[in-house]
């Protein structure tokens, strides 16, 4: 099964099972690129949001016209952060962006429940490592992109390039198939 993809300079589309890493620098504004690539030729998908609420992403994707009844929300701030909170209809819950078996378990359980065309959003990579560490961080981008394989779903994953080192972030771009990179002045280069 092959998906649009409607972000600037990328192939028009992309094969079921691929997975995106999107390079970004810290200040970069990638809501933009995370919103095209979540309602362009999608039946559900999932928002793994370790670096903003629930609440922050459901306005996120008001503002950008993304239909919400098609999202499932997982934040992994909440709970750590003592805000109120209630699982509700599409929105779960882990204890911290550490708590990496239970973002793939959650990514696990989305792909098994739903069907048709299914992406999945990291936001971000770079929490996840720096909550937990680089090592830990990497299985679980591995994991969660064995299971996009497996349910021939696609995913776009985050990742702010000065935090990390050039080794570290060399050793996360080979995991993907493709790499956008979001320039400070918000170009947009791709490479597949």
């Given at each position: 099964?092959?998906?649009?993809?409607?972000?600037?300079?990328?192939?028009?589309?992309?094969?079921?099972?691929?997975?995106?890493?999107?390079?970004?620098?810290?200040?970069?504004?990638?809501d933009?690129?995370?919103?095209?690539f979540?309602?362009?030729?999608?039946?559900?998908?999932l928002?793994?949001?370790?670096?903003?609420?629930a609440r922050?992403?459901e306005?996120?994707?008001?503002?950008?016209d993304?239909?919400?009844?098609?999202?499932?929300i997982?934040?992994?701030?909440?709970?750590?952060?003592?805000y109120?909170r209630?699982?509700g209809?599409?929105?779960?819950?882990?204890?911290?962006p550490?708590?990496?078996?239970?973002?793939?378990?959650?990514?696990?359980?989305?792909?098994?429940?739903?069907?048709?065309?299914l992406?999945?959003?990291?936001?971000?990579?770079?929490?996840?490592?720096?909550y937990?560490d680089?090592?830990?961080?990497k299985?679980?981008?591995?994991?969660?992109?064995?299971l996009?394989?497996?349910h021939?779903?696609?995913?776009?994953?985050?990742?702010a390039?000065?935090?990390?080192?050039?080794?570290?972030?060399?050793?996360y771009?080979?995991?993907?198939?493709?790499?956008?990179?979001?320039?400070?002045d918000?170009?947009?280069?791709?490479?597949?």
């Open positions: 099964m092959d998906y649009r993809l409607e972000v600037e300079d990328t192939p028009d589309t992309i094969a079921g099972g691929t997975g995106v890493v999107l390079v970004h620098p810290s200040t970069g504004e990638t933009r690129i995370d919103t095209d979540l309602k362009t030729d999608t039946d559900s998908f928002v793994i949001s370790t670096r903003t609420t922050e992403v306005q996120k994707l008001e503002h950008y993304v239909d919400r009844s098609r999202a499932t997982l934040d992994a701030l909440s709970v750590e952060r003592g109120s209630r699982s209809e599409g929105i779960h819950y882990v204890s911290s550490d708590d990496l078996e239970g973002i793939v378990d959650v990514t696990r359980e989305f792909l098994d429940e739903h069907n048709g065309k992406r999945v959003s990291v936001d971000s990579v770079t929490e996840m490592a720096y937990a680089e090592e830990r961080t299985e679980a981008v591995t994991e969660i992109l064995s996009l394989r497996n021939d779903a696609v995913g776009l994953f985050h990742l390039e000065e935090v990390h080192t050039e080794e570290v972030l060399k050793g771009r080979e995991l993907f198939d493709g790499t956008i990179t979001l320039e400070e918000n170009g947009v280069r791709g490479d597949f």
